[in-house]
């Protein structure tokens, strides 16, 4: 007799329950049951995500207020979803507001629930109205529960009132779509607001994932009493070296595996993803030390300013290179006219950084320059020879001043007191930095292979050049010549 197949785990990697105790989870067995029989017969790990997101205390009032669910793609995510919103809608009568990050995800997921309703009979009879209108999809039944898809913006959600809030996608997830959207669920008609995530760990280089990365942070501090979260990942362990390569951490982070997945399929991206990217997509790992961002998004943002004034004196200019050195920044800093240091990153390209010595000398010739700061143990130092060589001076910056420019830009941001352009390469960059230990200080990370933080580093250098008191000047200033005089 052949043996069953091997599945991938159905319980999760990690589980954050809420601090209210369950009283019953009917309504979640209730859902699972109407969707089996509609024929969407949900697997034992989706049993438990939903009947953990519906579960009430001993007054009847859903446990979890906030619901997250991180898991790898194509695992069954949306079926769980579906099973959710088509129990709420149909047994529960809630009225429900299901986005994503992309018009197209949420025209399938509308689709998909939407043929339920048109594919059996017994639901087809409480069909008030399905509107099919792109970007306008909802589903109204008559015992007054709904479901509304559209795509996430700043304004989304407006005129909308809904007792359950659906965000899919929640890796690409922002602050303003949030804002815009969490007012839908103030007064719903069921008096019991609830709020649901789901997604895969952001991209460390990605400013769209910093909601997502609350829910997840505050699930494994144990900080939010009202929170349910479930997560298939392999979790980090500072002790013991995860190997991607290994069969049963694939099985470990993936429930669907061995069912819906195949173990050749995952073999198959193994070999053909970066193996940061096959940590995070296939694995679901959120390594620790870039799960939360060490310069806050509101304090960055608060920062921004790009129309700023700068004061007319002479700029600061400094050059970063990756240790791949597949990339390049060079940056400006200065003062505005109100006081304020600001760093402007000039130029940042990908590809070896052939272009950057004379990309620098044609700014020196129409920009006067009070330093040109390079760090001289990292891999930008392989260029002070050969800038000195064309007649450029450099300032060289050593471990200490590092530490000590780090700080002062950390400190900068976080009292608003630094000014930014809103340029995009360096609101990556201030997004992914993270920390490294530099003596009893710390400066930025340049190990993630993920992220190019070299903007970042240029304009944290070219910001202390602005007062280094062994600042060189970078060449001679061109005075204009004026007639004179001769007796």
């Known amino acids: 007799m052949p043996s069953a197949p091997r599945l991938g785990s159905q319980m999760p990697s990690f589980l954050a329950k809420p601090k209210t105790p369950v009283a019953d989870i009917y309504d979640g067995e209730d859902y699972i049951a109407l969707a089996s029989a509609c ?50 809608m149909v047994l529960s009568g809630r009225r429900i507001i299901h986005t994503s990050h992309e018009v197209k995800t949420s025209r399938k997921a509308f689709i998909r629930l939407a043929s339920f309703f048109e594919e059996n009979d017994e639901l087809a009879k409480l069909v008030k109205n399905i509107r099919k209108v792109n970007g306008q999809e909802q589903i109204i039944l008559t015992n007054g529960g709904s479901c509304e898809f559209i795509a996430r913006s700043k304004s989304s959600g407006r005129g909308f009132t809904v007792d ?87 099985y470990q982070a993936n429930p669907a595996l061995g ?29 620790q030390e870039r799960s939360a961002r060490i310069l806050p998004i509101e304090d960055w943002t608060a920062c921004a300013d790009p129309n700023l004034s700068d004061d007319g004196e002479p700029v600061a200019l400094a050059i970063d290179i990756a240790p791949s050195r597949d990339s390049a920044s060079i940056a400006a800093a200065g003062m505005t006219v109100d006081g304020h240091v600001w760093a402007d990153v000039i130029e940042n390209r990908r590809g070896t950084p052939e272009w950057v010595i004379p990309r620098l000398k044609a700014i020196l010739e129409k920009q006067e320059a009070r330093a040109v700061l390079i760090d001289v143990l990292s891999p930008a130092g392989s260029l002070i020879d050969p800038l000195e060589a064309e007649g450029v001076k450099v300032s060289r910056i050593g471990s200490n001043i590092m530490a000590a420019a780090t700080a002062q830009l950390y400190d900068a941001v976080m009292s608003h007191d630094f000014r930014h352009l809103d340029q995009p390469s360096l609101n990556l960059a201030a997004a992914a930095a993270r920390k490294r230990k530099l003596g009893d200080a710390w400066a930025w990370n340049r190990s993630n292979p993920d992220a190019d933080i070299t903007p970042l580093v240029a304009a944290t250098l070219a910001c202390t050049g602005r007062t280094y008191t062994r600042a060189k000047r970078p060449v001679k200033p061109v005075r204009a010549r004026r007639k004179v005089t001769v007796w």
């Open 39 to 88: 024929g969407l017969i949900p697997d034992e790990w989706q049993e438990g995500i939903i009947t953990g997101i519906t579960a009430r205390d001993k007054d009847g009032r859903l446990v979890a207020k906030r619901a997250g669910l991180s898991v790898p793609r194509q695992n069954g995510k949306n079926g769980a979803l579906e099973v959710l919103e088509l129990g709420q």
């Open 259 to 287: 069912k819906r997945m195949r173990v050749e399929t995952v073999a198959a991206e193994r070999a053909a993803m970066a193996d940061s990217s096959f940590r995070r997509e296939r694995l679901g790992m959120w390594e």
């Open 164 to 250: 359950t809030l659906v965000l899919d996608e929640a890796q690409e997830l922002r602050d303003e779509a949030l804002e815009a959207l969490l007012p839908t669920i103030a007064s719903g008609p069921a008096g019991d607001p609830q709020i649901i995530m789901t997604g895969t760990p952001p991209d460390p280089t990605d400013i769209n994932g910093e909601v997502f990365r609350r829910m997840h942070d505050a699930a494994h501090s144990n900080e939010d009493d009202t929170l349910w979260w479930a997560e298939w990942s392999v979790l980090a362990d500072d002790d013991v070296e995860i190997d991607a390569d290994d069969r049963d951490l694939w």
